[in-house]
C-alpha cells in the first residue's frame, strides 16, 4: 500500500526528519552534562589552545568563575594598583584613555580610500575635524562639519586636493598616525600645520617622504625645531616658502638653516613673530 501523504502532513514529516543544527538544550542540561571535549576536524582540540585556566594540571581557586579566559594585562596591572589608587592616578589614567582614543581616531583607514580614493577620503578625514581644505583650481575653502557639509559618499572624480590648513584641528592638532591620510594626493602644494603641539621630527619626516615631491608651501610655526627638522625640510625637493618659529639661539638648528639656503637659493624661510 503507498503512502499518501497531504502536503502539510508532508512537510511536517520532512522536517521531523531532517537534521538540525540549533541546540535545544536548556543552560541548566548544559551545566549538568559539563564542559564537552572540543574537537576541530574530529580531532582532539590542542593543548596548547586551551585558556590557561582549562589546561590539565594547573590551579585554580573560586575566583576561577569570573576567568573564562587569559587576563589581559592591563587588567593585571590595574588589579594590582588598586590598593595604592589615588585620585592623581585616575587622573593620568583617563589622560592616557583620551590619547589612545584620540590616536585611534586620527588613524588611516584603507577601506575609506578604497570607497572614495585618496582625495576625497582625506577631505572626509580633514574636515571632520575642523581643518579647511582646498581643491585645486577653487578659491573657497571647505570647511564645516558632518552635519552642515554634503560630501560624496562614493568616488567621484574631480576632487584634487591642493591645500589643507589645520590651524584649527581638534584635540591640539594632528598627530604622526593622522598624516598618513595626506599620502596618495598628487596634487598638494599648501599645508599649514601651526600650532599643532604633536608636530615633531616624525611627522615632519612622514610629510618629507609622502608629500616632499608636490609640496611647495609649509608653516611649522609652534613647532620647536631641532637639526633632524632642518634634514626634514631639505628633503622637500618642491618647497620654495617655510615659515617657521625663531630657533632662538640653537647654534645648531641656526647653522642648518643657513646651509639649506645656501643650497636651495629657491627656498625662502620666514620666520613668524
Known amino acids: 500500500m503507498a503512502l499518501c501523504l497531504q502536503p502539510k502532513k508532508l512537510l511536517r514529516y520532512s522536517l521531523m526528519k531532517t537534521r538540525t543544527y540549533c541546540d535545544n538544550k536548556s543552560i541548566y542540561q548544559r551545566n549538568e552534562e559539563g564542559i564537552q571535549p572540543r574537537t576541530v576536524h574530529g580531532k582532539p582540540y590542542p593543548e596548547w589552545r586551551k ?33 595604592n589608587l589615588s585620585i592623581k592616578k585616575v587622573k593620568d589614567w583617563w589622560a592616557d584613555m583620551k590619547e589612545i582614543q584620540e590616536i585611534q581616531n586620527q588613524i588611516y583607514l584603507p577601506e575609506r580610500t578604497a570607497a572614495l580614493g585618496a582625495n576625497l577620503a582625506a577631505i572626509h578625514f580633514f574636515t571632520h575635524r575642523n581643518a579647511a581644505v582646498r581643491l585645486k583650481g577653487s578659491t573657497p575653502w571647505i570647511v564645516g562639519d558632518i552635519t552642515s557639509l554634503n560630501l560624496p559618499d562614493r568616488y567621484v572624480d574631480g576632487y584634487f586636493v591642493e591645500a589643507v590648513d589645520c590651524t584649527n584641528f581638534h584635540h591640539n592638532g594632528i598627530r604622526y598616525e593622522g598624516l598618513k591620510n595626506l599620502s596618495g594626493l598628487n596634487y598638494l602644494k599648501w599645508l599649514c600645520l ?25 608653516d611649522v610655526t609652534g613647532h620647536q625645531l631641532s637639526l633632524g627638522s632642518v634634514i626634514a ?34 627656498l625662502v624661510i620666514k620666520i613668524a613673530d
Open 51 to 83: 585558556p590557561w585556566i582549562q589546561r590539565d594540571g594547573e590551579w585554580t581557586s573560586k575566583l576561577s568563575l569570573f576567568v573564562e579566559k587569559n587576563p589581559s594585562m592591563n587588567i593585571l596591572h590595574a588589579m594590582s594598583n588598586v590598593p
Open 194 to 218: 601651526s600650532n599643532n603641539k604633536h608636530i615633531d621630527v616624525w611627522c615632519l619626516d612622514r610629510i618629507a617622504g609622502q608629500n616632499g615631491r608636490t609640496l611647495e608651501y609649509l
Open 233 to 266: 625640510f631639505s628633503k622637500m625637493s618642491a618647497l620654495k616658502l617655510l615659515t617657521i618659529s625663531d630657533p632662538g639661539d640653537n647654534i645648531e638648528v641656526q647653522t642648518a638653516l643657513s646651509i639649506l639656503e645656501e643650497e636651495r637659493p629657491e
